[in-house]
Nanobody, 125 residues
Framework: QVQLVESGGGLVQAGASLRLSCAPT????????TGWFRQAPGKEREFIAA????????YYSDSMKGRVTISRNNYRNTVYLEMNSLEPEDTALYYC??????????????????WGQGTQVTVSS
């Protein structure tokens, strides 16, 4: 069983940046591929980015590419999502998720076996 813990969310003003963190509670999660998703009230869960555990290759959604950077620190066993130029439309609950299988698709929630509880990001105008 893999448990994931997100942190770093909060209330920020438009134009600000945030860095979210995702850390698993078990060492076995070190070999999992990790993705970030978000879900706003009344909307479907949306893929943001993912990173493979081996090579650390990043994958981004077209809508977020250029404003976010996903990275991982294998020593700390933590995956980060840096977001820039935040807008009120970015307000959502942000989740990290882990999947054991490497490869496409990276953007489908059903591909991921484990999910965190989410961290809230609220962007004020």
């Amino acid at each position: 069983q893999v448990q994931l813990v997100e942190s770093g969310g909060g209330l920020v003003q438009a134009g600000a940046s945030l860095r979210l963190s995702c850390a698993p509670t078990s060492a076995t999660a070190r070999t999992y591929n990790t993705g970030w998703f978000r879900q706003a009230p009344g909307k479907e869960r949306e893929f943001i980015a993912a990173i493979s555990w081996g090579s650390g290759t990043p994958y981004y959604s077209d809508s977020m590419k250029g404003r976010v950077t996903i990275s991982r620190n294998n020593y700390r066993n933590t995956v980060y999502l840096e977001m820039n130029s935040l807008e009120p439309e970015d307000t959502a609950l942000y989740y990290c998720a882990a999947k054991s299988r490497y490869g496409w698709p990276w953007d489908r929630p059903e591909e991921y076996e484990y999910w965190g509880q989410g961290t809230q990001v609220t962007v004020s105008s």
